[in-house]
């Protein structure tokens, strides 16, 4: 719709709902006037029939015409019905009027619905002087209803006082209508007058003026609109063409001629403002042949995008760079030519963001380019941005510099790389050792530095030449990259030794140490594969002597860390080689005692070394309702081997899933046994779950198969649960106790307290039980702090409806203490050590086989 038809049609608009609503009000006005003159009739009437009947009333009774059967009929009350009976005898408009009452003297003068509704309201309301309102009859006839009160006066009671003294006639005709006193509601003065008196007069006037304002209103918008037509639509049209004109390439820019009234002004600045247009274009275009000439004959390639990276300009430079014609590369993605990561990182109509950071527009970076022919190019490029008319514009002006790059690596691949394996020299590694001890220091984590030796290499080159050693030394480099993490570094620093850079171990000394020789021995493991050199070296076995030193921070110099690992190789060399070694002797001698417990751990079980002994838990009354299964180890020498040294070594080496599937079996059979007794089949058996077994993805397969195919009682079997098992995967753990609690299996907390974020996750956790841990009972009687923990645990399990467990109760003080304070089950040396199941079964079932 043009702007001329927006204006036409609003005024318009604005004219309609003026008139509209002014021949609304105009309406309600006339129909208001007509009901109040209507109103002032009726009160005329009014008064004319009560002056008429108080006169009339009078006049007879003075006459001292006797009251008869005859003269009754010139009261005035009589002869009102008789005039409203004989009315449209004379006139048939509708209109009537009487005085009515709610205890008439006869029928003639008994109040209607509406008359005993108007009576009824001046009873509420007796200062009302008048009520006029409109009702619709039974047959749906509009009329309006006038009504004033007939209150009793002296001279009523003549006739209304006392029956007794009432004249002989009324007290011979009428029974009713006695006993009122001056100032009651006789009755009401009832005038009804037919509702189209007042629509016919409203029509009537209604018609004359609307006709008269029409024909007004039309008038005056004809005159409006041709002034508007002439002095604003014609002078915006033109203004609107000149307009659109500059905004039409094809169609030059031409001055307004004088535009009238208040628009002259308006044309005059148009006019200056296409004057100071057209030297713009003609600077513009100079400046634009200029630059066009400028970046044809570059020698870098220009290519310009606009805001949704698309080519919209490139010289001959980059036509040459990039292979394509400017046909093919205007219109395009820029992306086809520089990859998108080297480019702002979102085209949008809307604008766009800026890729890597805002400084990478507007400085020299080196990319990679596409080329037709498909090969990549290495460029250096200029990216800058510029806003023109809300828009953002990226020129980029490159310059191929393949040849240099290929310079530069050949040069580093010299410098820093071994020429036979192609892994890094000694002069890379060191590099890489400087970053590592900065990263170590400011992560607090600990570094190894492994040195590699091929034992007997010297002798494999003396008799199969060195060409085949070569051979063998890049087969060994393969086969160490294909284990190694990728951010750890594997160099060659001469001959057949090799040094490995371990970064970013274990912030603990002791893990760190086991991670570096679990590394080192997959090495070993790793060259112990024949090797197979064509025909000349079939089925070898290449062992290796390696040194390890670990380090945190820079503590040490680079030179201490080089001298520490390589006598830590001879010391490896000396024992025998094909070993590892580390450069602290104590901690060789731990990792041998490490070996040592594992290598004997695993042939525990088919040597049936392992046994469950088992600690009561007892109740407030000392009786057994329980017992813990704990783990011994009794080795082939006959010792016992304490489980805080062979439990740890079990967890890492993976072996404690194998223990702790032997330590269900054996609970089970244990429970199974005891189902066939009245005094033991209530006992229950809890065993301690290890976070490596319960995190495993089948265990609670397992844990069900070994009930199933042992018939024990599930509700009978207690897990225990440590907080940092269930701290490793909280979500998971839920779904794996609710899992075995579904067939009845129980779960314990254990150690409750140590961890750092018991009471977070406590209400979350559908265990049964929580057990107090040890080292909070200890000293609970002696430590203020250790009973306030205790307290505050007993609280919490006691309003989350969990049974509580005190391990390490030792004395009498202790037991009383947790009994005071409302834990009533115990497990500790007070009450009995843990035990063999023989003599478990003679101390506390006696009488029990």
């Not at 009027?97 to 509420?124: G, L, M, W």
């Not at 919209?312 to 086809?336: Q, S, T, W």
């Not at 951010?487 to 970064?503: H, K, N, Y």
Request: charged share 20%; with cysteine.
């Amino acid at each position: 719709m043009s702007l001329s038809s927006k204006i036409l049609f609003a005024v318009l608009a604005v004219f309609v709902a003026g008139f509209f609503i002014l021949q609304y009000a105009t309406y309600r006005f006339i129909q208001r006037e007509s009901e109040e003159e209507l109103l002032q009739s009726a009160e005329r009437i009014r008064a004319v029939l009560m002056a008429t009947r108080r006169v009339y009333h009078h006049q007879f009774l003075e006459s001292g015409l006797p009251l008869t059967d005859k003269t009754l009929g010139f009261l005035p009350a009589h002869a009102l019905g008789l005039i409203s009976k004989d009315i449209p005898h004379w006139e048939q408009s509708g209109f009537s009027f009487n005085n009515v009452s709610d205890v008439p003297r006869n029928a003639e003068h008994q109040a209607d619905a509406v008359e005993q509704t108007a009576i009824d309201y001046f009873k509420q309301h007796p200062q009302a002087q008048r009520l006029f309102v409109p009702f619709t009859d039974t047959k749906g006839r509009a009329f309006y209803h006038y009504a004033r009160p007939i209150w009793v006066e002296p001279y009523c009671l003549s006739c209304h006082g006392a029956k007794a003294s009432a004249p002989e006639t009324i007290r011979a005709h009428y029974d009713s209508a006695y006993n009122y006193q001056v100032g009651n509601l006789r009755g009401i003065v009832s005038i009804k007058i037919p509702g189209e008196i007042v629509a016919q007069r409203v029509q009537h006037i209604f018609t004359m003026q609307f006709w008269w304002i029409f024909c007004s209103t039309a008038l005056l918008l004809l005159v409006i609109l041709l002034l508007i037509k002439r002095n604003v639509i014609g002078p915006i049209a033109k203004l609107s063409q000149g307009i659109e004109s500059m905004g039409d390439s094809k169609t030059p820019v031409a001055q307004l001629e004088i535009l009238p009234g208040e628009f002259s002004r308006i044309g005059h600045a148009f006019n200056q403002m296409v004057a100071r247009i057209k030297q713009k274009e003609a600077a513009l275009k100079e400046s634009e042949s200029k630059f066009r000439t400028l970046v044809e004959v570059a020698q870098d390639g220009v290519v310009q995008a606009n805001q949704q990276g698309d080519v919209i300009f490139c010289n001959h430079a980059a036509e040459l760079l990039f292979g394509y014609r400017e046909d093919e590369m205007v219109g395009k993605p820029l992306a086809n030519l520089i990859p998108s990561r080297y480019l702002p990182q979102r085209f949008a109509s809307g604008g766009l963001t800026l890729g890597r950071s805002a400084a990478y527009v507007g400085r020299i970076s080196e990319v990679v380019g596409n080329h037709r022919l498909g090969h990549e190019l290495q460029i250096e490029m200029s990216l800058s941005s510029w806003q023109q008319s809300g828009e953002t514009y990226f020129v980029a002006v490159m310059r191929d510099i393949t040849e240099r790059k290929q310079a530069e690596e050949q040069i580093r691949t010299l410098v820093f790389y071994d020429p036979l394996t192609a892994l890094p020299n000694r002069r890379l590694l060191l590099e890489r050792l400087k970053t590592a001890r900065i990263n170590s220091a400011r992560s607090g984590r600990y570094d190894a530095l492994l040195m590699l030796d091929l034992d007997n290499f010297k002798m494999l080159n003396d008799t199969q030449g060195h060409s085949v050693g070569d051979r063998l030394l890049v087969e060994v480099a393969k086969r160490i990259q294909q284990i190694l993490p990728t951010q750890d570094t594997l160099a060659r620093i001469g001959g057949d030794e090799f040094m490995i850079l371990l970064e970013g171990l274990a912030s603990e000394f002791s893990i760190a140490v086991t991670e570096a020789t679990a590394m080192a021995q997959k090495v070993r493991a790793q060259l112990l594969q024949p090797f197979d050199i064509d025909l000349l070296l079939v089925g070898h076995m290449a062992t290796v002597s390696i040194g390890v030193t670990i380090f945190c921070g820079d503590d040490i110099s680079i030179d201490e860390m080089l001298t520490q690992v390589d006598m830590a190789l001879n010391k490896a060399k000396s024992c025998g080689r094909n070993n590892i070694q580390f450069f602290d002797a104590t901690i060789q001698q731990a990792i041998s005692y490490r070996s040592h417990i594992e290598h004997a751990l695993k042939q525990a079980i088919p040597k049936h070394e392992l046994q469950l002994y088992y600690q009561p838990q007892v109740d407030s009354h000392g009786r057994m309702f329980g017992v813990e299964a704990l783990l011994r180890w009794q080795n082939a020498q006959g010792e016992l081997v304490s489980p805080e040294q062979f439990i740890p070594i079990a967890e890492e080496s993976g072996i404690i899933n194998e223990i702790g599937l032997w330590v269900l079996q054996q609970a089970c059979r244990q429970l199974v046994s005891w189902q066939q007794s009245p005094q033991t089949q209530a006992l229950y058996i809890a065993i301690n779950v290890s976070a490596r077994q319960f995190l495993r993805s089948n265990y609670v397969t397992e844990v069900l198969h070994e009930l199933a195919t042992s018939g024990a009682r599930a509700d009978r079997l207690k897990l225990e649960l440590t907080e940092s098992t269930v701290l490793q995967d909280v979500e998971s753990a839920k779904q794996k106790i609710l899992q075995l609690k579904a067939s009845g299996v129980q779960f314990a907390l254990d150690d409750f307290g140590t961890g750092y974020s018991s009471l977070a996750y406590l209400k979350q956790l559908p265990v049964d039980q929580v057990k107090i841990d040890r080292s909070f009972v200890k000293d609970v009687t002696d430590n203020p702090g250790d009973a306030a923990i205790v307290e505050a645990i007993l609280g919490i399990c006691r309003s989350l409806s969990l049974e509580v467990i005190a391990e390490g109760v030792e004395t009498a003080a202790q037991r009383d203490f947790l009994l005071q304070h409302g834990c009533g089950h115990f497990q500790g040396f007070f009450f009995s050590r843990p035990l063999p199941i023989t003599r478990l079964m003679a101390t506390f079932f006696k009488n029990t086989n």
